[in-house]
Structures are given as structure tokens and as C-alpha cells.
């Protein structure tokens, strides 16, 4: 396993981070890490990147002991933290010159790396004057640069513009090919694109950990948007067995959550019946990882 997490947690104070967290991350997977602000992902990211220590438990990145031997896993780890740290006054090319110095690279392989991030129109600018997408380019050559096997990304597309988020996903897709990625972002979408499994994190445990596209499957409730000839009555709706929730989306239309369980659809065809009212369209939905991630962390 390239990751290996094992019961830990981390306290500050009375106050607990992490709680009892464990999970394991094969090699050459893209692993989603999400939760809410305060969750503990960013505790966890940078336990793994041996920022900080942990209060119990044990934790391996590819097969070396972060207490005990921190520096092997840094030589394997690249990390693009959420604020991505760069100095502002250095160039990009020469900036990149100094990451390499510090592992030891050649300075053929900064080259490779503006190519590989697309720095190259600006790889003679100022850190400092470049936009932010060019700027988490940066962070992501730094962290590439020193061939990683585990790459720990951060918030990595946090105030991107639509076409930024395009490239910078894509650089990430194809990096993920080769090394184990565990990703956190708050962008659902960007999950469903990028993921092949998704870890969720509430309150400093794990309350789901499955395949991207069986993570619907975790969740207990369908979504049904349909579509009155006329407007019914929504709280007789909120009534109805299995459903937990009713809301207007303008005009006659409804957006419906209900159990899992319950084929909805019948029971809202027999309403419509019995107040001689005729349904216009009606779908029933498996929940986005976005509605799952609701359910999960409420």
C-alpha cells in the first residue's frame, strides 16, 4: 500500500482532530478526501506529509514509518498544501531551479516540468506577477518535480476560473495515471471527474469510504422531480410515505427526496389520481456524490 493509516488521532488540547481514522490507498489510485471545514482533512494531509505528528496511532507512506522516518517519506511525498506557499519574488523558472537543487535533480527535469504544467509562457514572469491558476501550476510542478510516488494535493483548484479548472484537472488526471493521488476538494464535480474512490471525513471520522460510482449507492434516498398540471399541496406532499423532503421549483415543478426504499412514483401517481390531477413529467434520480456528501455530514 502506498498509504497506510491505522487508528490515529490527534488532539489539540481536549479538542480532537482525528478520531480513530483508518484507511489504506493502493498504489496508482485518485482518491477523493472530503469533509467539511473542521472535518480533519487538512490534519490528516499533514500528518501524512509529517508536518505534524499524530497522538496515536500509526501511519506509512509507502512502506516507511512517518515518526520514524520522516525524511524517506518526504523523498516519496509531493505535497501542494491549501495555501500554496511560494516565494512571490522569484521567477517561476528560477524558483523551480532552487526546488530541484534541494532534491538533488538535474536541471533538465525543471525543463520537463514547465513543459508538463504548462509554465512555459510564463516561466520567465515573477512568481508574484502570475495569475492564480499559473500559481497553482507552480505548486503542482513543485511537487511533481522530485518524482513522487504519492502526491497529496490540497484545495489544488481553489479559485480557478472555469478553463483553469479544465487544465489543471486534466494535469491531474494524468499524473494519477502513475501515482497515488489523495485529493481533498469541496467541488463535487471535480470529484465525480476525477475520483476512483471517495473518502468522506465528519467530525474527525470516517463515515464513508467507497468506489466513486457506488458512493450513491451508500446514501438511503432517490431524488423524483416532477411536474403538476396545477400546483399541489406540499405539505399533504411532505406527508406522504417516504418522503423527507418537498421543494418548489417554480411553477408546478417539485424536487422530491425520498427513502430509498419506497418506488415514490406510484404513490405520487395515485395522489395525482385521487385529486383528479395529471402528472406532466416525473424522474426519479440516483443522488449526485454532492447529495450523498449532505446526508453524510449534516
Known sequence: MSIQVDQV???????????????????????????????????????????????????????????????????????????????????????????????????????????????????????????????????????????????ILDEPTTGLDPNQLVEIRELIREVGKEKTVLLSTHIMQEVEVLCDRVIIINKGKIVADQPTEMLRKAGNRVLIRVEFDRTPDLKELKELKGVFSVESRGGNKLRIEAEGKTDLRSVLFKYAVEREMTILEINQEELQIEEVFRQLTQ
Open 9 to 151: 488521532s490527534k488532539y489539540y488540547g481536549e479538542q480532537a482532530a482525528l478520531d480513530q481514522v483508518s484507511f489504506s490507498v493502493p498504489s496508482g489510485q485518485i482518491v477523493g478526501f472530503l469533509g467539511p471545514n473542521g472535518a480533519g482533512k487538512s490534519t490528516m494531509m499533514k500528518i501524512l506529509t509529517c508536518f505534524i505528528p499524530q497522538s496515536k496511532g500509526k501511519v506509512q507512506v509507502c512502506g516507511f514509518d512517518v515518526e520514524e522516518q520522516p525524511m524517506e517519506v518526504k523523498k516519496r511525498v509531493g505535497y501542494l498544501p491549501e495555501h500554496n506557499p511560494l516565494y512571490l519574488d522569484l521567477y517561476v523558472r528560477e524558483y523551480l531551479d532552487f526546488v530541484a537543487g534541494i532534491y538533488g535533480i538535474a536541471p533538465e527535469k525543471v525543463e520537463e516540468m514547465i513543459q508538463k504544467t504548462g509554465l512555459s509562457p510564463e516561466a520567465n514572469k515573477r512568481i508574484g506577477q502570475l495569475s492564480k491558476g499559473y500559481r497553482q501550476r507552480v505548486g503542482l510542478a513543485q511537487a511533481l518535480i522530485h518524482d513522487p510516488e504519492v502526491l
